[in-house]
């Protein structure tokens, strides 16, 4: 019978990785996943063995891939799940990550954005009239950090992956936003009140990820966010991989090359992390001005009337996402 | 009768400008292309009216383009065209190149590679087992930059438009090639014995230079170079182009947003631009080493059996080049 090989044993393969020129069966795609785990975690100085480390769960292949390696590779990591609010999809989302924590018995906090904050993401979008993403990122990036610090925890890992990372880098790279390319870097170190943050999947893309939450039987939630669908990040990810797909091995090289040589170039142009900062009025975060845009957010969405997700869908996502519904999914 | 309007005058448009959002007729078309290249030639301080100018013409549309604005603009200019020998491709623009000097009565020197150094860019790319693009280039910059010397010339004007610089920092955006980028600008001045050289079509596409020939009654050669099919460089283009498409002012933004916010950036890093250089011990042009890389590459392929244009394509390339010749074109 003919099939792929392993190339590290020569046994039959379940997953072909261009980029390294290869195929692996399921024991050696492990293998290779934890090894690059491990080289950013050294390389980059991301996690010592006695950490407390908190990781920012979705119920996505990403950061439950990331909490089983650590936890594989010997680190001890709780979770933190934000409910988002955004219809089924958070429903969903929730249910995979308290079984991965279930079945394992690790510690996850939840925080609900409802019942803790009056407010949801789609909520949060109508009323600011701005993207659901803004609303959202700022919203975890706040939480997150709160939680790390209130809880004593040394480092919040995220699942961001190479396919995550080189398309916020190709979006920045797009418009020259230095400020923002001299901030983009694997391990952002503790600073002014907030906790150090890492990437310890920089290394691997969400290929990778996907297979690896197969071969260990993890149950994760394989839709997109409905509120996602059409923005500028999927259209980089997909003009980053058609370049992939000519030239294997052009994603990595992008984003992996760039932290090599042009971080160090841009380092010192990185204003956010010079200047000493404010302590937010309301809730005592660090901030630029008086009050931080968590509290601001709050002060302006919390307790307005819950806008259900299809009302702030663009046209692109809510065709996609009313074919779903209709098609019982 | 209902057509699209021109921006500036209301009559009939014969172009959309998608990143400018509006469509123009041919007059202001015009008016917009000589006006980008007076803001190139300004921004970047690329000539002087008394300047003796040498245009890089190949006889396709930007070069032809470029030395008709520049006496548009009341510049004079020479030309200089160089016979690549690439078949029935360099023939065609050897003729568009000089008709439309003769027309206009205008000076064209010319240098034929097989007559005046015994190679052509077929020969040299079989020979060396390189990608033709590169002795090509090679061959070019420094015949142009000897020109230029020989004649008096104060600059050497080439028709790099900005689809051009936008893929060639695309590709070294991707490897993140420091000195390569440090090196990419519209303006490059005489330094080492080297002439200087500037790119005054940098903020017009392809497209509209296309469309200034057009309107000016200007025959170009219409096809790509046979030896550039299936290159990284078209590769680069189209995914510029997808980009583009979704997000139109996207890929002026990419290459004008590098020339202002990180060129800047990366100026003290250019190298090349540091040291003082040798002089070839053949030709007495500026070089790191002893010999020139033209005279070497003369030295290597000069005199070798004259190989056919279609030896040297790539599979791609060879595909499209066979089905055009039986086409009959």
Chains 1, 2 share one sequence.
């Not at 797009?174 to 390319?181: A, K, S």
Request: charged fraction near 25%; hydrophobic fraction near 40%; include cysteine.
């Amino acid at each position: 019978m003919n099939f792929s090989k392993c190339r590290v044993c020569g046994e039959r393969a379940i997953i072909d990785l261009p980029r390294h020129n290869a195929n692996f069966c399921a024991d050696h795609l492990l293998q290779l996943c934890r090894r690059q785990v491990e080289k950013a975690i050294k390389d980059h100085e991301m996690l010592s063995p006695d950490d407390r480390i908190l990781v920012a769960v979705s119920g996505g292949k990403d950061s439950l891939a990331i909490w089983d390696i650590l936890l594989d590779l010997g680190y001890s990591a709780d979770g933190l799940y934000i409910g988002l609010g955004i219809g089924e999809y958070s429903d969903v989302s929730g249910e995979y990550t308290r079984a991965f924590a279930d079945e394992r018995g690790l510690t996850l906090h939840t925080i609900d954005l409802r019942d803790e904050y009056d407010y949801d993401v789609p909520t949060a979008a109508k009323v600011t009239r701005r993207v659901p993403c803004s609303a959202c990122g700022m919203s975890k990036r706040h939480l997150f950090d709160k939680a790390a610090l209130d809880g004593g925890y040394d480092v919040v890992v995220t699942g961001h992956n190479l396919d995550d990372e080189a398309a916020v880098l190709f979006g920045n790279t797009l418009r020259w936003d230095v400020e923002y390319l001299a901030r983009q870097h694997p391990v952002l170190p503790a600073r002014n009140g907030f906790p150090k943050k890492v990437k310890p999947l920089m290394r691997l893309t969400e290929r990778e990820m996907a297979a690896w939450c197969i071969v260990r039987g993890i149950d994760y939630q394989v839709d997109e966010c409905p509120m996602a669908i059409g923005n500028k990040h999927l259209a980089y990810k997909e003009a980053l991989n058609s370049i992939e797909r000519e030239s294997p091995g052009s994603k990595s090289a992008f984003y992996l090359e760039f932290v090599d040589k042009m971080s160090p170039i841009l380092a010192g142009l990185n204003q956010a992390a010079a200047g000493e900062l404010n302590r937010c009025a309301e809730c005592g975060a660090p901030t630029t001005g008086d009050t931080c845009a968590f509290c601001r957010l709050h002060e302006r969405v919390g307790g307005h009337e819950p806008v259900p997700v299809e009302m702030v869908l663009n046209k692109k996502a809510r065709k996609a996402y009313l074919a779903a519904q209709a098609a019982g999914e």
